[in-house]
């Protein structure tokens, strides 16, 4: 069973961090609201990416797009100095909108179409990651340039992120000299190495076996003739919801060690975080729509689901805090969503208090991985974002 918090409680954490509490309450008194929206606090993206650069010194940060896009948490870094990693076309549009330069985007991406390496390299995009040898094979029909690649490699590691990114990509540590000769026999430089855990990673060691390995084919192919320019060590930072995570200082800690002990001077590092600048930034807000008693548990439908923000339950493997302002005695509840799917139910065994049809329910940490990845199922409203600062 989950149990939601109530404004005390929320009061001395940090989950509402990213929104005026006050504002959130007084909500709570407004029933001419039309929810659902999410508030989007931009001081806090300053924040994180501020915090997160501390704990990484040294080390370039380069947001990944893909866990939110909207424009002022785009605008929001490019003003504080981060840099951007994408994955696609419209990503890069995303970023060039905010002034970003071309030159220093990272598309990650390791598959990748040729129509979409066109849009790419015309819009001025430089650097890639590849894993396999024919990915490298596209780049032979771009001879008019010379092109910066980064190998992604994996590494076998026994805990796993929340969500795995080694499953799909990523090279073997012996497969990476090959890739290195064959990029050159394009014409085009090898640039780098890349690696990505995971998503919400809660392990440090995990990257300090990755770094060891870094450390190990830098050696080996400065030996072969190549130059390691660049270490790209992906995201993952993880962010407390319901469950207590290390602080970023304490998580980052054995990786800046491990940098420093394997990774030589010469090489610039980059990271790509994306959840830990975005997640807290966001609070949804939805309101009970409707309501039922279905085999003891009280069923309240709320006016946004898993087919839209809360996705990130469904995709993201998240479980978002809920606070209510009711109060009362709990009873075992649900909530769902407001689509004709059963399987719209994003709470099954929720302790709350009794709400009534209108009352508001608010979901922080709500900004990493959810409207991005929602949808238009049923053409119900999605909700709109506020900006706060």
Not at 167 to 192: M, N, S
Request: charged content about 20%; aromatic content about 10%.
């Amino acid at each position: 069973m989950t149990h939601s918090l109530d404004f005390l409680q929320t009061a001395q954490s940090p989950l509402l961090r990213g929104v005026d509490i006050a504002l959130v309450r007084d909500l709570f008194d407004r029933k001419e609201l039309q929810t659902p929206f999410m508030f989007l606090s931009r001081s806090e993206v300053r924040r994180n990416y501020t915090t997160l650069a501390e704990a990484l010194p040294g080390v370039a940060l380069h947001y990944a797009v893909k866990s939110n896009n909207h424009h002022a948490i785009l605008d929001e870094l490019q003003q504080a100095g981060g840099r951007f990693e994408i994955c696609s076309s419209r990503e890069i549009d995303a970023v060039l909108r905010v002034g970003a330069d071309p030159r220093t985007l990272v598309h990650s991406h390791p598959i990748k179409s040729c129509a979409e390496f066109d849009a790419a390299i015309a819009k001025g995009v430089e650097t890639f990651v590849v894993d396999n040898v024919d990915e490298i094979h596209k780049l032979e029909r771009y001879s008019d340039r010379t092109l910066k690649l980064l190998v992604r490699y994996r590494i076998n590691n026994n805990s796993k992120a929340v969500v795995d990114l080694q499953y799909k990509y990523g090279c073997a540590v012996d497969e990476v000299l090959p890739l290195a000769e064959q990029i050159r026999r394009t014409g085009h430089r090898f640039w780098g190495l890349s690696f990505h855990i995971g998503s919400q990673c809660v392990y440090p060691q995990n990257y300090v076996k990755a770094i060891r390995s870094a450390g190990e084919l830098i050696k080996a192919l400065a030996t072969a003739g190549f130059e390691t320019g660049l270490l790209d060590i992906g995201g993952g930072f993880p962010v407390e919801y319901v469950e207590p995570v290390p602080s970023i200082h304490e998580f980052c800690a054995p990786i800046v060690r491990a940098l420093r002990r394997h990774v030589p001077d010469t090489v610039r590092i980059i990271a790509e975080p994306g959840r830990f600048i975005s997640a807290s930034p966001v609070t949804l807000v939805c309101s009970v729509i409707g309501k039922s008693v279905r085999e003891g548990k009280v069923w309240y439908y709320l006016d946004d689901g898993l087919y839209s923000t809360f996705s990130g339950i469904l995709y993201d493997h998240c479980q978002y805090p809920v606070i209510t302002n009711q109060g009362g005695p709990s009873r075992l509840s649900v909530l769902a969503g407001p689509t004709c799917d059963s399987f719209d139910v994003m709470y099954d065994g929720l302790m709350i208090p009794d709400h009534v049809i209108g009352d508001p329910m608010v979901f922080p940490l709500t900004g990493a991985y959810c409207a991005v990845s929602g949808s238009d199922f049923n053409s119900l409203r999605r909700p709109d974002y506020v900006v706060v600062d």
